[in-house]
């Protein structure tokens, strides 16, 4: 059964400054997602990851996957307080379960 | 525009009472889901649509219905058999076979018990 985590849970961090989210899974992955979560409100595609190797950047995100080692990785480069939010990674065992992971809370100090 | 819709925002519930929880799509997605979301965790997948006429169970089926007569619509009843039905609830749909199944998510149901 694919289970998937986040570390860290909570990130608090100076504006321009630089840091990663890890998502570990457990088993074979179809597909590897990130999405975005402001508070009370609904979450948002931010990347998905089709193969080993893949990385997509959009701004000050970029996300990585390594199939081999079951890790995908979302790195913020010289963060802003705008990227404030829930960071939640997501795997797929065959074409309808989703497995979330817990959430990475970010928060950007000006 | 496209998307889904999600009603009511926000819904209280009394004790011993079903309610239900409305999620319409215009983005002709074959697939629905509904998921639970509680302060501080993940998404938690209740129920799931692949097609008309036919759901399966999630990982916390327990004390939900759901029924999908129509393509756009998957509404989800919180029954009075769910003990602590007090969450986020989250209705998505994907489009299947595009080999990126990528969530699209409404947004948001509180459930709240009085």
Known sequence: ELKVEQNPLFLSMQEGKNYTIYCNYSTTSDRLYWYRQDPGKSLESLFVLLSNGAVKQEGRLMASLDTKARLSTLHITAAVHDLSATYFCAGASGTYKYIFGTGTRLKVLA | ?114
């Open chain 2, 1 to 114: 525009d496209g998307g889904i819709t999600q009603s009511p925002k926000y819904l209280f519930r009394k004790e011993g009472q079903n309610v239900t929880l409305s999620c319409e799509q215009n983005l002709n997605h074959d697939a629905m889901y509904w998921y639970r979301q509680d302060p501080g965790q993940g998404l938690r997948l209740i129920y799931y649509s692949q097609i008309v006429n036919d759901f399966q169970k999630g990982d916390i089926a327990e004390g939900y219905s759901v029924s999908r007569e129509k393509k756009e619509s998957f509404p989800l009843t919180v029954t009075s058999a769910q003990k602590n039905p007090t969450a986020f609830y989250l209705c998505a749909s994907s489009d299947s076979g595009t080999g990126v199944e990528k969530l699209f998510f409404g947004s948001g149901t509180q459930l709240s018990v009085l």
